[in-house]
């Protein structure tokens, strides 16, 4: 202040005409070279500190270009310039003895200066904001990176979340600095969040069971799952809804709330399935020697692994025959391929037990005709002459 003082009194000191003009072009001179020369040179010395402090971890790699925007610094030595000509234009007001015109301005500025500082303050924040999404972003990648704990969904979802929290907390940051309260905000909130959550119950809940799938980690994209009757290739998986796609090309779109409810079975999980079919033999057949045949034949099988070894039990007593399961397994299953490899096994098997004279029957019935309906009649001979029919008469296939 007495630096000020002396500085006005000296100022106003200047009587004589050649005195205040060439006061006043000193003080045009100097606040030209320190404008034009000056200011560039300190915001530029500034801005690379300032990025070599925050910047300079080898974690954090941030190229040239992305960081000039964060810190403006053409804004900053335009405000550098102004301020310089103000302080000039009123120190010129007070040489030629305008220091009550000087002293209004003085306390107009003043004035906007709180103004001023809840602006730059704001600027401050939003600035500071979006380069800590961008740090976060980058933190963020590194981390999946280097970690298998995070895929690709999850890693957009988890920057999502943490870019609203930051993008909140400045709002109520930047609210704060203006002095708008925050109790009436968070009051009319609460209303508002009553009746969204009363008129969108199932999209939040299908918002919080996609939070759930997403830790819980029960399929990923290209899984081949089955979700209650629905069975599919997973095509995307959203905070709101799950994407398949069947066997028929159709796209099926499931709420993460049912999903999260229902059972989910994943076929692709192990990388490897197992297959069965069901085969029936004549009950005159050697089923020991059908099973070694039926073995020896799935080990030939396209697409079916040697690794478990297939296997063939006999699984029940029929009508008609005795059933052997035959089981085997496939990697990297598929709808497809799962088709593929059970036709293949059901004609394979179907050829070598004809080749070993190995039947496989056919249900069979027995027709009884009852002697007081009159029976019936079976065509005879190339004529087709009818056989009157006898009482009690039995006919069955194959006799």
Same mark, same amino acid.
């Given at each position: 202040?007495?630096?000020?003082?002396?500085?006005?009194?000296?100022?106003?000191?200047?009587?004589?005409?050649?005195?205040? %003009?060439?006061?006043? @072009?000193? +003080?045009? #001179? &100097? !606040? /030209?070279?320190?404008?034009?020369?000056?200011? $560039?040179?300190? *915001?530029?010395?500034?801005?690379?500190?300032?990025?070599?402090?925050?910047?300079?971890?080898?974690?954090?790699?941030?190229?040239?270009?992305?960081?000039?925007?964060?810190?403006?610094?053409?804004?900053?030595?335009?405000?550098?310039?102004?301020?310089?000509?103000?302080?000039?234009?009123?120190?010129?007001?007070? %040489?030629?003895?305008? @220091?009550? +015109?000087? #002293? &209004? !301005? /003085?306390?107009?500025?003043?004035?906007?200066? $709180?103004?001023? *500082?809840?602006?730059?303050?704001?600027?401050?924040?939003?600035?500071?904001?979006?380069?800590?999404?961008?740090?976060?972003?980058?933190?963020?990648?590194?981390?999946?990176?280097?970690?298998?704990?995070?895929?690709?969904?999850?890693?957009?979802?988890?920057?999502?979340?943490?870019?609203?929290?930051?993008?909140?907390?400045?709002?109520?940051?930047? +609210?704060?600095?203006?002095?708008?309260?925050?109790?009436?905000?968070?009051?009319?909130?609460?209303?508002?969040?009553?009746?969204?959550?009363?008129?969108?119950?199932?999209?939040?809940?299908?918002?919080?069971?996609?939070?759930?799938?997403?830790?819980?980690?029960?399929?990923?994209?290209?899984?081949?799952?089955?979700?209650?009757?629905?069975?599919?290739?997973?095509?995307?998986?959203?905070?709101?809804?799950?994407?398949?796609?069947?066997?028929?090309?159709?796209?099926?779109?499931?709420?993460?709330?049912?999903?999260?409810?229902?059972?989910?079975?994943?076929?692709?999980?192990?990388?490897?399935?197992?297959?069965?079919?069901?085969?029936?033999?004549?009950?005159?057949?050697?089923?020991?020697?059908?099973?070694?045949?039926?073995?020896?034949?799935?080990?030939?099988?396209?697409?079916?692994?040697?690794?478990?070894?297939?296997?063939?039990?006999?699984?029940?007593?029929?009508?008609?025959?005795?059933?052997?399961?035959?089981?085997?397994?496939?990697?990297?299953?598929?709808?497809?391929?799962?088709?593929?490899?059970?036709?293949?096994?059901?004609?394979?098997?179907?050829?070598?037990?004809?080749?070993?004279?190995?039947?496989?029957?056919?249900?069979?019935?027995?027709?009884?005709?009852?002697?007081?309906?009159?029976?019936?009649?079976?065509?005879?001979?190339?004529?087709?002459?009818?056989?009157?029919?006898?009482?009690?008469?039995?006919?069955?296939?194959?006799?």
């Amino acid at each position: 202040m007495n630096y000020a003082r002396q500085l006005q009194a000296f100022l106003s000191g200047l009587v004589t005409t050649e005195a205040r %003009v060439a006061a006043t @072009v000193v +003080l045009t #001179l &100097a !606040a /030209v070279v320190t404008a034009i020369v000056l200011a $560039p040179r300190v *915001v530029t010395a500034a801005h690379r500190t300032v990025k070599y402090l925050v910047f300079s971890h080898e974690r954090v790699p941030v190229d040239p270009p992305e960081f000039d925007w964060k810190l403006p610094v053409t804004a900053l030595v335009r405000t550098f310039q102004l301020a310089v000509f103000i302080a000039t234009g009123l120190a010129v007001l007070v %040489v030629w003895g305008f @220091v009550d +015109l000087a #002293l &209004a !301005a /003085v306390t107009v500025m003043a004035s906007w200066i $709180p103004l001023l *500082v809840r602006g730059l303050l704001t600027i401050g924040v939003v600035g500071g904001t979006l380069a800590g999404i961008d740090m976060l972003d980058t933190a963020i990648e590194q981390y999946a990176e280097e970690s298998d704990q995070l895929n690709q969904h999850q890693q957009g979802i988890v920057f999502r979340v943490l870019q609203v929290a930051v993008l909140l907390g400045a709002g109520i940051a930047a +609210l704060s600095v203006w002095g708008i309260g925050l109790g009436n905000l968070l009051v009319g909130a609460g209303f508002l969040g009553i009746v969204v959550g009363t008129a969108a119950r199932s999209t939040i809940g299908s918002l919080i069971a996609g939070f759930v799938l997403m830790f819980a980690r029960p399929f990923e994209i290209g899984d081949w799952v089955e979700i209650n009757d629905d069975e599919g290739i997973i095509t995307d998986i959203t905070i709101i809804n799950t994407r398949m796609r069947n066997a028929d090309g159709e796209e099926v779109v499931i709420p993460n709330d049912n999903v999260a409810n229902a059972t989910v079975t994943n076929r692709t999980s192990l990388e490897r399935l197992r297959l069965s079919v069901d085969v029936g033999v004549d009950y005159d057949a050697d089923v020991e020697r059908a099973e070694a045949i039926i073995e020896e034949v799935l080990g030939d099988v396209k697409h079916v692994l040697s690794n478990p070894t297939p296997q063939v039990v006999p699984k029940s007593l029929g009508d008609s025959a005795v059933v052997l399961e035959c089981r085997f397994w496939i990697d990297h299953p598929s709808a497809a391929k799962r088709a593929m490899t059970t036709a293949a096994v059901v004609r394979e098997v179907k050829q070598a037990l004809e080749e070993n004279g190995v039947k496989i029957p056919f249900p069979q019935r027995e027709l009884t005709g009852r002697g007081e309906s009159g029976g019936f009649q079976v065509a005879q001979g190339e004529a087709g002459a009818a056989r009157p029919p006898a009482e009690g008469i039995e006919q069955s296939n194959g006799q």
